[in-house]
């Protein structure tokens, strides 16, 4: 059995200094170090983050893909879209977790307002 994996996906990075970005890195932590789990990053930016991501690897998604971010707002509070919203960010993601390094994540955890 392959060990379980998220992706923690943002608007925003986790090397920041707001509350989201100490909820990732919290999160993070909490599911590495208690329940075992592989976590990786993923932030709108516009290239690659000269910030090094804390534990796991960083995906940068590109300013063409922040169009459906709205979108994705909307999605997340309503838990009977969830399914749309899962297939929406593994398709606009598709290029960047095909790259990564690590295998392709059993769940995606989408932080935002």
């Known amino acids: 059995m392959t060990r379980p994996s998220v992706l923690i996906a943002a608007r925003f990075a986790p090397t920041g200094y707001g509350g989201l970005a100490q909820y990732q890195r919290l999160l993070a932590r909490e599911l590495r170090d208690q329940a075992g789990v592989a976590t990786r990053f993923c932030a709108m930016c516009d290239g690659p983050s000269s910030a090094p991501f804390p534990e796991g690897a960083a995906i ?3 300013a063409e893909q922040r169009a459906a971010m709205p979108l994705w707002m909307r999605l997340a509070p309503r838990r009977i879209f969830h399914a749309l919203l899962d297939l929406s960010i593994r398709r606009a993601f598709a290029n960047e977790l095909r790259q990564a390094t690590s295998a392709r994540p059993t769940s995606i ?3 935002g307002t």
Do not use: L
Request: aromatic fraction near 16%.
């Open 60 to 62: 940068c998604v590109a």
């Open 109 to 111: 955890h989408f932080v």
